[in-house]
């Protein structure tokens, strides 16, 4: 859902789901409502995220992370993953530098508690 709406998709957004089969009408209207609703928490949880400095820090951070020598990677095909594969990546470095993954997982809890 933050993809789609982060990209402006153009065509129709919803939830792959279902009512209950043991619903009857007004059931299934009720469970269509509540996804719609349930869809328009989630884009303003997702306009609160892109919009909190401490969030978007964190992100810059990952985004300049020191790539070690990888390959650029700008989509998929047989010469990037075979570049991939023989990558050699030095685990003990990757351990070490930290990347705050933990505290990035707080934070956006946080938002979708409505705590933050």
């Known amino acids: ?13 919803h939830f792959d789901s279902h009512a209950y089969r043991t619903e009857d009408v007004e059931g299934v209207k ?11 928490i989630y884009k303003e949880k997702a306009r609160r995220w892109n919009e909190d400095a401490e969030i978007q820090a964190l992100v ?25 594969k023989a990558h050699r990546f030095d685990r003990v470095a990757l351990g070490a530098r930290g990347l705050k993954y933990e505290k990035l997982d707080q934070l956006t809890l946080e938002v979708l508690l409505g705590v933050r």
């Open 60 to 84: 810059a951070d990952l985004a300049t992370a020191p790539d070690e020598g990888l390959p650029a990677v700008t989509g998929y095909s047989p010469a990037t993953a075979d570049a991939l």
């Open 30 to 40: 009720d469970f269509a409502r509540g996804s719609m609703r349930s869809y328009l």
């Open 1 to 13: 859902m933050k993809f789609l709406e982060d990209v402006k998709y153009p065509g129709m957004r």
